[in-house]
C-alpha cells in the first residue's frame, strides 16, 4: 500500500508530498503522528517545494547579471550606501507601490550588484522580475521591430512586476532606442516598478537622451518621485582584486 501511495503522488507530481510521505514512513516515531499532523505535515511540505520551485523560475527567468544577494552587499563607510535605506527597499514595498529606484556612481562601484540583490529579493517574495544590459534590449527590441514581434515582446515585459535597465547611458541615446526608452518608461509610469543603474549622474542623462521634448518626458516620470541610490568610492572589483 505504501509503495502504491508513493507511486499515485509521483504520477501526480506531487513531489514534496511524496518526499514528505517518504520521511514520515523512515521516522521510527511516525506511529505517534495523529491524522491531523500527517496531513500538515505533507501539505506543508508540498506548498514548500511548489514554492521553491516557482522562485526558481522566476530567478532563471530575470536572467540576472549577477547572483547577488543582500547579505553579500558591502556597507563599508566610504560607499554612500544608507543601510536602512537599502534594508527598506530590500523590503519590496517599492515593488508594490509601483515605484522606481535609480542608482548612480562610477565604473566597479557596485550598481549592478545593488540592483541584482533587489531583483533577487523582489523573486523571493513573489514578483516577476527581468534584468537586461540596457544596450542589449535596445538591440533586441530592434531585432523585433523587424520580425514583427516587437507589440509581442514590449507587452512582454510591461507585464513585468520590476524591469532593472543596467548600464544605462553608456552612449547617447539615437532617435530609434529614444522612443523605445520612452515607450517603455510610459508603459510603466504609475503601472510597475523599474530600477536604472547608471555611471552618469541623473543630471546628465537628459544630454544622453537628447531631443528635448522626449527627454523632458522621459525624465518627468522617472526623476521626481524616485527612490536614489548614488554610490561613491574605489571600485569592488579594483578591490576585490587587491
Not at 29 to 58: C, F, M, N, P, Y
Not at 108 to 117: I, L, R
Not at 141 to 157: F, H, M, P
Not at 220 to 225: A, I
Request: net charge positive; hydrophobic share 35%.
Amino acid at each position: 500500500m505504501q509503495e502504491v501511495i508513493k507511486q499515485k503522488l509521483g504520477q501526480m507530481k506531487l513531489h514534496g508530498m511524496n518526499q514528505a510521505y517518504s520521511a514520515v514512513l523512515s521516522n521510527t516515531r511516525s506511529e505517534s503522528i495523529t491524522h491531523d499532523e500527517l496531513i500538515h505535515i505533507l501539505v506543508q511540505a508540498e506548498w514548500e517545494d511548489r514554492e521553491g520551485r516557482k522562485i526558481g523560475r522566476s530567478l532563471r527567468n530575470a536572467r540576472f547579471r549577477y547572483q547577488a544577494s543582500i547579505e553579500e552587499i558591502d556597507f563599508t563607510k566610504g560607499r554612500n550606501l544608507d543601510k536602512t535605506q537599502l534594508l527598506r527597499l530590500a523590503e519590496c514595498i517599492f515593488i508594490k507601490k509601483k515605484e522606481d529606484l535609480l542608482i548612480t556612481g562610477a565604473s566597479g562601484v557596485g550598481k549592478s550588484f545593488v540592483a541584482s540583490a533587489l531583483g533577487h529579493q523582489g523573486c523571493q517574495l513573489g514578483y516577476r522580475v527581468l534584468y537586461f544590459n540596457t544596450q542589449k534590449l535596445f538591440s533586441r527590441l530592434k531585432t523585433a521591430k523587424g520580425d514583427g514581434s516587437y507589440n509581442k515582446e514590449v507587452s512582454r515585459i510591461e507585464k513585468y512586476d520590476l524591469l532593472i535597465l543596467d548600464d544605462f547611458a553608456l552612449q547617447p541615446l539615437d532617435n530609434y532606442n529614444r522612443n523605445t526608452l520612452m515607450e517603455i518608461i510610459e508603459d510603466r509610469h504609475g503601472c510597475k516598478s523599474t530600477i536604472i543603474a547608471s555611471q552618469l549622474p541623473v543630471s546628465m542623462w537628459y544630454d544622453v537622451i537628447g531631443e528635448s521634448t522626449i527627454a523632458d518626458a522621459i525624465l518627468d516620470r522617472l526623476v521626481h518621485k524616485a527612490h536614489r541610490i548614488e554610490l561613491q568610492g574605489e571600485s569592488m572589483r579594483k578591490l576585490k582584486s587587491n
